[in-house]
């Protein structure tokens, strides 16, 4: 059974940090590219970050040079940091998985592509 498990969302102040984990269990994680979405209120859901199977990343404008993806493949899990929060961050973050067959065939935040998503975490980004 497949499943991808989000933690680590909360409330932050402006300015601050936060690192989001998720578990993934019932594939072969490393064979998969990986990505975080978030989708705020009333928004379309949107690509943060994606990892390949080959360590290749790609952020979304909006993140740039503020959120850290990262996987450890011996653990199954994949991460993002994020630093320097602002209140445009707020949303809920979905980890997602789509074989790496996929990866280099479809633009990475297409959304569609991806196989497996987890339940989601709320981060909220206010003072």
């Known amino acids: 059974q497949v499943q991808l498990v989000e933690s680590g969302g909360g409330l932050v102040q402006p300015g601050g940090s936060l690192r989001l984990s998720c578990a993934a269990s019932g594939f072969d994680f490393s064979d998969y590219c990986m990505a975080w979405f978030r989708q705020a209120p009333g928004k379309e859901r949107e690509g943060v970050a994606v990892i390949g199977s080959d360590a290749v990343i790609i952020y979304a404008d909006s993140v740039k040079g503020r959120f850290t993806i990262l996987r450890d493949n011996a653990k199954n899990t994949l991460y993002l940091q994020m630093n320097s929060l602002k209140p445009e961050d707020t949303a809920m973050y979905y980890c997602?998985?789509?074989?790496?067959?996929?990866?280099?065939?479809?633009?990475?935040?297409?959304?569609?592509?991806?196989?497996?998503w987890g339940q989601g975490t709320q981060v909220s980004v206010s003072s």
């Open positions: 997602a998985g789509r074989w790496r067959g996929a990866c280099s065939r479809f633009p990475w935040a297409e959304s569609w592509t991806y196989d497996y």
